[in-house]
């Protein structure tokens, strides 16, 4: 009996154990899966170089993330602040499954696992990846590297303002319609993780639009077009009622980013529309800021791989969309070698030229000077301090005077034309401005392979309605680029000439 009474475990120490398990074990394991869950920080990678460019990360899901189920779920809840269905009316790219349905998320977003919840934002290819159309009936081809003619990022912003200080921004309406899109949320999300953070993002960007609130007084930019360096005041929190009105509406096109290592070598030549910066790797670090990226959160190593990408990416050439005249092209190529290979290079592939990559002073080019007034001294002086305490402090930023001559690869895909985009074809870009369209329409993907621009004479199609932009509203003049030394007094046939070896480029 005394041995029996030995081996019998004493109560006190049983309840010991199970007080132990209770309080101790038990919140422990929680506390790990909690830890684990919420300090994750995994975005979604992808192998393929070009895959990355199109869906990976920059960073800017850290802070300025939707988390998945909310972006999915607002152009149902919000779809009265969008001009059509779903962000594809924005003139967001899809891409296409097997079975013919649209791929789950635009081109030019990425996805991150980050404090529990899977966000999504955009990434560089939202600015840098649009379609073209052969004729209307016929499918879109999704060009990369192009710039962004059918993406309306102001609307785009706009969208998430109104939405966000609409009573509808609330759990009580998101998380009906997230279960309706079939998320299947577990507990934990659904009562705590989901109701938070509509609360949070709610916060977030009726803050971020009280700071952007300069945008809504603007005049539309329309697709294809972004206010880039008044977006960049922001991030230093200038009291955007208090600059010089001449700053303002200051729309410039989207660039197309093929080719980057022959604008760093054999020289490195002025880069942004005005030459504000010479260093690619700078000025892909600045425009990563519009994806939403802090100097904390930048994601450097995902980056590189994109500056990996548009070192040596090529444009698509015209000819594998529409023929070219041989015969005609090769009367133009004199023309070109007079009247434009010093400022722009030798052809679509071969940039040399004396002048080009350089400012042309405004006086002599004579474009609308909007987007150069855009960026002032100050600012520059301002972006020097970001990175402050970094290795890749900003050192290059400085005020023009004028606008860089680009190169001309892929010149067919970046129309319209003009830092601005307001002249909608080459053909048009070389009759003097007086001849030019005073108003035209932007955001069709279809081609005019004869004029070399979208076609811009067609108010919508397939119930989208497209931009009408005025050339008389500011920051959309059409005038410069023109006189005897930039070709618009040669004859029709010199034009017509001039214009098909420009189809080679």
């Avoid at 050339?471 to 410069?480: F, I, K, R, Y």
Wanted: glycine share 8%; aromatic share 12%.
């Amino acid at each position: 009996m005394n041995e029996e009474l030995k081996q019998t475990p004493s109560p006190w120490k049983r309840r010991f154990l199970i007080l132990l398990v209770i309080t101790v074990i038990i919140p422990g394991f929680i506390g790990l899966l909690f830890l684990k869950r919420f300090t994750e920080d995994i975005p979604v990678d992808y192998a393929n170089p070009t895959e990355h460019f199109k869906y990976g990360s920059t960073g800017g899901e850290h802070e300025m993330g939707f988390p998945y189920w909310i972006w999915k779920a607002l152009p149902e809840v919000c779809p009265q602040y969008l001009p059509g269905k779903g962000y594809q009316s924005l003139g967001m790219v899809y891409e296409k499954n097997p079975d013919g349905s649209d791929r789950d998320l635009p081109v030019g977003t990425s996805q991150r696992r980050f404090q529990g919840v899977d966000r999504v934002f955009v990434n560089c290819a939202v600015c840098h990846v649009s379609t073209v159309r052969t004729a209307a009936d016929q499918p879109a081809t999704i060009v990369l590297g192009m710039p962004a003619a059918t993406f309306n990022m102001k609307a785009f912003e706009e969208f998430f303002f109104r939405c966000a200080a609409d009573p509808k921004f609330s759990k009580e309406f998101i998380l009906p319609e997230i279960e309706k899109q079939g998320a299947n949320l577990d507990l934990l999300d659904r009562y705590l993780v989901y109701p938070i953070a509509i609360a949070i993002m709610r916060d977030r960007v009726l803050a971020l639009a009280g700071r952007f609130d300069w945008v809504f007084k603007q005049h539309d930019w329309g697709p294809g077009r972004v206010d880039t360096f008044n977006s960049a005041k922001v991030i230093f929190n200038w009291p955007m009622h208090l600059l010089d009105p001449k700053e303002f509406d200051a729309p410039a096109d989207f660039p197309s980013i093929w080719r980057q290592r022959q604008r760093m070598e054999p020289k490195e030549m002025q880069l942004h529309w005005d030459g504000n910066n010479t260093t690619v790797e700078e000025r892909n670090k600045s425009a990563a800021f519009g994806t939403g990226t802090t100097p904390p959160t930048i994601d450097l190593q995902r980056i590189k791989r994109v500056e990996a990408w548009i070192r040596e990416a090529e444009p698509l050439p015209f000819s594998a969309f529409f023929p070219v005249d041989r015969d005609m092209a090769a009367q133009g190529a004199p023309i070109y070698q007079k009247y434009c290979a010093s400022c722009h290079g030798a052809s679509g592939s071969d940039f040399t030229g004396e002048y080009v990559g350089t400012v042309e002073p405004l006086a002599r080019i004579g474009t609308d000077r909007r987007r150069l007034d855009s960026y002032t001294y100050t600012l520059a002086v301002n972006q020097a301090t970001l990175y402050a305490g970094y290795p890749w402090r900003f050192t290059h930023f400085q005020k023009t005077h004028g606008y860089a001559n680009m190169p001309l690869d892929g010149l067919w895909l970046r129309a319209p034309y003009l830092h601005n985009g307001s002249v909608p074809s080459l053909r048009d870009l070389l009759e003097p401005a007086a001849k030019r369209p005073k108003a035209f329409y932007r955001g069709n993907d279809v081609y005019d392979p004869v004029k070399v621009g979208f076609v811009s004479n067609v108010t919508e199609a397939g119930g989208k309605k497209f931009f009408r932009l005025d050339t008389t509203v500011p920051g959309n003049g059409n005038g410069g680029h023109e006189g005897k030394a930039y070709g618009t007094e040669l004859s029709d046939g010199e034009k017509a000439a001039l214009v098909e070896f420009l189809k080679t480029f």
